[in-house]
């Protein structure tokens, strides 16, 4: 199976590859997926005091359609304010990188990470998690 | 050195200019069908037949008349297990194989299941190898086939065929093997390994596609298949339709240059792929797959610990490898062989078959060896269970979310 340009181009050159201090108050961290199904990510964001998104890093142990979904995902989070940053829907990121079929699961657990690292943040602040409504695979 | 480089020797080989060279007339001016027995065309055609069963049999030890032209090896997997059954259903109706073995042997199991067949699905040990005693414990009064391939495809594991066949014909059950990949890269014997019936095809041995045998043994036991195709009866009656014939010239130069190659070609590939091995699993949490005494020369199969197997040959992509991983799959399942083997699915997912073969060099090799180096550090860099690893956290204690 070939890939798109844009897989291609976020597999070769990742975004934000890396890790933020977990402990800090102002991080949130997702870890989603499991290393049996063959995709693990890990989405952090770092949140200032006007609830902006002010850095993103993530690390994905997965094939090159989760790579990249992730990549672009710490991308458009960056800026964002935090309730903008829950309306990235994973087909967002489908379309964005023109995966096919068997590869949406990568998009869902990238929009998972996000969820993910989103209620961690919430959690640390004393807010309450926001629901996760998709389930995958 | 041109990239990308091959290898997955054991998806299939570039065929031999040697062999392209000897099937070019009959696509041209030899084109005769070798069924026409009344003219010079027919006759032409029916000379290269026979001088390719020839060539055939003398790599496996077998007489002409033993050897059932096919389309490869998979319809002769069929033909095999599937004519066995029906022409000694009124014998037995029990069929023991592995749960490594092919697809064309573990589906055509399934189908006569379905059609009253009672098959025993033998679990291999933790190297590959199936267990001596389980076969021995398996064999019924109505095992009419046992049918355990000769090399793995993915791990290239060898099983011990001598001891598998003397098993089943104790208990009065005849032998087959699927031997696709062992056939023409080690030395196979139908007569020094007691096997009754064997499947195998040209394209494994830098033949052409589309052409396979089912050898059937002719005396000791005389062995008999049920035909799966109705026609003309070519093939003693047990396989019609039309003779490949250019194909067939293919598989039988194959076959030649196999024989006189195989000693000096596999030191030579079993040099090459310990070179790539040893230098691989130099890595950190790197391991080797199947047994490592008992296997084909020219097949590597690598668990990268940490990093997704189809991610990797994304970032090895001037490798053409395969990988145990099977993101690329609907199903998400990892490799059922590695499985098997009772590898966990995180090194399932994360393995990479290296398939050398006739035309790879130690050039070539040299730079695998380099590019999957690079390759496994790039994509451990990017990779959150490598990081926890290296923290020393303990994988199996993390709850992963819900899959």
Known sequence: ??????????????????????????????????????????????????????????????????????????EWLKGKTVDEALTIDNMDIVEELALPPVKIHCSVLAEDAIKSAINDYRVKNGMEPIELAKSHH | MELPIYLDNNATTPLDPRVLEAMLPYFTSKFGNAASRNHAFG?????????????????IGCTEKEIIFTSGATEADNLGIKGVFEMYKDKGNHIITATTEHKAVL???????????????????????????????????????????????????????????????????????????AVGKIPVDVNADGIDLMAFSAHKMYGPKGVGVLYVRRKNPRVKVTAQMDGGGHERGMRSGT???????????????????????????SRLRDKLESALTKMEESYVNGNTQHRLPHVANISFKYVEGEGLMMAMKDLAVSSGSACTSASLEPSYVLKNLGLSDDLAHSSIRFGLGRFTTEEEIDYAIENTKKAVNHLRDLSPLWEMFKEGIDLSKIEWAEH
């Not at chain 1, 609830?51 to 992730?70: H, L, V, W, Y």
């Not at chain 2, 006759?43 to 790599?59: F, I, M, T």
């Open chain 2, 107 to 181: 589906d055509t199991c399934k189908h006569l299941e379905k059609a009253g067949a009672k098959v025993t699905y033998l679990q291999v040990k933790s190297d590959g190898l199936i267990d001596l005693q389980e076969l021995e414990a398996a064999m019924t009064e109505q095992t009419i086939l046992v049918t355990i391939m000769y090399g793995n495809n993915e791990i290239g594991v060898v099983q011990p065929i001598k001891e598998i066949a003397a098993i089943a014909h104790k208990h009065g059950a005849l032998f087959m093997t699927d031997a696709t990949q």
């Open chain 2, 243 to 269: 003779l490949n014939v250019p194909g067939i010239v293919g598989l039988g130069k194959a076959c030649e240059l196999c024989r006189l190659e195989m000693d000096e070609e596999a030191k030579r590939l």
């Open chain 1, 1 to 74: 199976m070939a890939y798109s340009e844009k897989v291609m181009e976020h597999y070769t050159n990742p975004r934000n590859v890396g890790t933020l201090n977990k402990d800090s108050k102002s991080v949130g961290t997702g870890l989603v997926g499991a290393p049996e199904c063959g995709d693990v990510m890990r989405l952090q964001i770092e949140v200032d005091e006007n609830n902006i998104i002010t850095d993103a890093k993530f690390k994905t142990f997965g094939c090159g359609s989760a790579i990249a979904s992730s990549s672009l995902a710490t």
């Open chain 2, 43 to 59: 006759w032409v055609a029916e000379e290269a037949v026979d001088y390719a069963r020839e060539q055939v049999g003398k790599l």
